[in-house]
């Protein structure tokens, strides 16, 4: 089973690799500090660097799906919309 620290290292990889043909939006980075655990995963939320680095709100990124990394596999995928709905429900996102 993966630590977070690793999960966590392993979701910013993933994340750098699919927004790479982002265009302006592949400038992005995990919040660590919004990072949690659910069901078997670490959930990682993401944002533009403009935004989390220099309060440009023109650059937050709106709709964008948490990076999920299960922490027995080490397997990344972005979460779909129904593991959002659910933890919008349960005040985790």
């Not at 939006?25 to 403009?50: K, Q």
């Not at 937050?60 to 080490?74: R, S």
Request: aromatic share 8%; charged share 30%; glycine share 10%.
């Amino acid at each position: 089973m993966l630590d977070p620290a690793e999960a966590e290292r392993r979701a910013s990889e993933f994340l750098a690799e699919e927004s790479r043909n982002w265009g302006q939006s592949s400038n992005v980075r995990i919040i660590s500090e919004y990072c949690f655990t659910d069901g078997g995963r670490l959930i990682a939320p993401y944002d533009h660097v403009e935004y989390l680095d220099h309060g440009r709100e023109d650059m937050q990124l709106g709709g964008n799906l948490p990076v999920g990394v299960d922490l027995n596999t080490g397997g990344c995928s972005f979460i779909t919309w129904e593991d959002a709905e659910d933890m919008m429900e349960r005040d985790l996102l």
